[in-house]
């Protein structure tokens, strides 16, 4: 059988947003409920990869080893639910610097999709922000909006968004979980 994978943005959708940002791994706290959701999947063999902008990094704010302990943070957190991700692929280029992996470029997905050989478009992708949504449609994958994070503000500037929009990655991972 082949590996199925979901994607998940990380701030605003497993763990609390700043607009401070989160700069260490004391600040890194999840949304209720998220990791538990990360274990769901998990348990019904999807393997979980986080894409995110850390541009955090970039303005000055924490170093790579931080982001480390971040991300250490959260898997231990994960084990403990026995849930784990897979991979965390991130962009640490401020907005200014236009590479190709800050989304809403889709330079992190299709190199996911490469290290993997997985195809897009069988990949459910979950984000807050629109920027979110737009990498995830220029890849190809499948979009899912969760109100949490800035979700409520992305649904309010595009009210048009045509996709499933769930109150947080719990109630969406149910959905994911329910379509396999």
Not at 93 to 113: M, N, V
Not at 127 to 144: E, F, L, M, T, V
Request: hydrophobic share 40%; proline share 5%.
């Amino acid at each position: 059988m082949t590996d199925r994978y979901v994607i998940l943005d990380r701030d605003g959708v497993i763990n609390v947003d700043s607009d401070q940002f989160v700069k260490s791994a004391e600040e890194w706290l999840p949304i209720p409920g998220s990791l538990e959701a990360i274990a769901e999947l998990n348990r019904h063999g999807f393997k979980v990869i986080i894409i995110t902008n850390q541009s955090g990094v970039a303005r000055g704010l924490f170093d790579l080893a931080t982001l480390k302990a971040m991300h250490d943070k959260m898997q231990t957190m994960l084990a403990t639910l026995g849930g784990q991700i897979e991979a965390i692929y991130y962009c640490p280029h401020g907005p200014d610097e236009h590479c190709s992996c800050r989304k809403p470029q889709p330079g992190l997905f299709e190199a996911f999709a490469k290290d993997k050989q997985v195809n897009l478009q069988t990949v459910y992708a979950i984000g807050d922000s629109y920027r979110d949504i737009q990498a995830c449609q220029a890849a190809g994958a499948q979009p899912i909006l969760v109100k949490t994070g800035k979700g409520l503000k992305t649904l309010q500037d595009h009210p048009q968004l045509n996709l499933p929009i769930f109150e947080n990655l719990y109630d969406a991972a149910q959905f994911i979980v329910s379509q396999s």
